[in-house]
């Protein structure tokens, strides 16, 4: 069984250009999360998905940054005019369901975004 | 022992000794909770979760205590190994909302 894939994993970027992430969940999951980590801190919350909904997306900035998971293909987290603050990993997970407690979720490998 | 580095709280222990990572969580609505693994460069690794109608549940070499009255979590380590060393991370889920983690702890285990 093939796990949460992202790509890419390495991503360098000029300010003011534009970063997409992907993820594809793991089989049979309709749940993505996107998470942001910076060096030596922890994950923070960015956006819920569900197929072709967004659930939850109180933790991305209100600026640059959206995010889909469209019916078909992977989830995508677009970052435009990046700048340098956007350099960091992003996670992305993913869940079967919502709602039920005892709901895990698997974390990719992360895309590391660098922006020069 | 545990210090407080520039980021991330790091605790050092002995190959073979019983490691115990803590955690207190914020919401006291929180009603399951996972303990993740993360190794440099990688992403975050299920180590083990545990409800709140349970206060203790064991895997292998691994066991998470969890106590609602001071909203704290456990993470015990049995006969810690040189590939246990990583940050450890908790983080808690509100009847399916969003996970939210804890800062992490660094742990680094000695020859």
């Known amino acids: 069984n093939a796990g949460v894939m992202q790509n890419p994993r390495h991503l360098v970027r000029r300010r003011g250009q534009e970063a997409r992430l992907r993820c594809s969940p793991m089989?049979?999951?309709?749940?993505v999360y996107w998470y942001r980590q910076l060096p030596e801190e922890g994950l923070k919350f960015m956006v819920y998905l569900q197929k072709e909904n967004i659930i939850d997306e109180s933790g991305m900035p209100k600026e640059r940054f959206s995010a889909e998971f469209p019916k078909e293909g992977p989830s995508i987290l677009r970052i435009q005019q990046v700048v340098r603050g956007d350099s960091a990993a992003y996670f992305c997970?993913?869940?079967?369901?919502?709602?039920?407690?005892?709901?895990?979720?698997?974390f990719g490998e992360g895309s590391w975004l660098t922006v020069v | 022992g545990e210090s407080v580095g520039l980021h991330l709280p790091t605790l050092s222990v002995q190959e073979g000794d019983n490691s115990i990572i803590n955690c207190a969580y914020s919401n006291s609505a929180s009603d399951y909770f996972i303990w993740y693994k993360q190794e440099s460069g990688k992403g975050p690794q299920f180590i083990i979760d545990i409800r709140s109608n349970m206060d203790k549940r064991q895997g292998q070499r691994v066991t998470v205590l969890l106590n609602k009255t001071v909203k704290h979590l456990s993470l015990q380590i049995a006969a810690t190994q040189p590939g246990d060393s990583a940050v450890y991370f908790c983080a808690e889920n509100n009847y399916g909302q969003n996970f939210v983690f804890g800062p992490g702890t660094r742990l680094s285990v000695l020859p």
């Open positions: 997970a993913s869940s079967p369901k919502q709602g039920a407690s005892g709901n895990t979720i698997y």
């Open positions: 089989k049979g999951h309709s749940h």
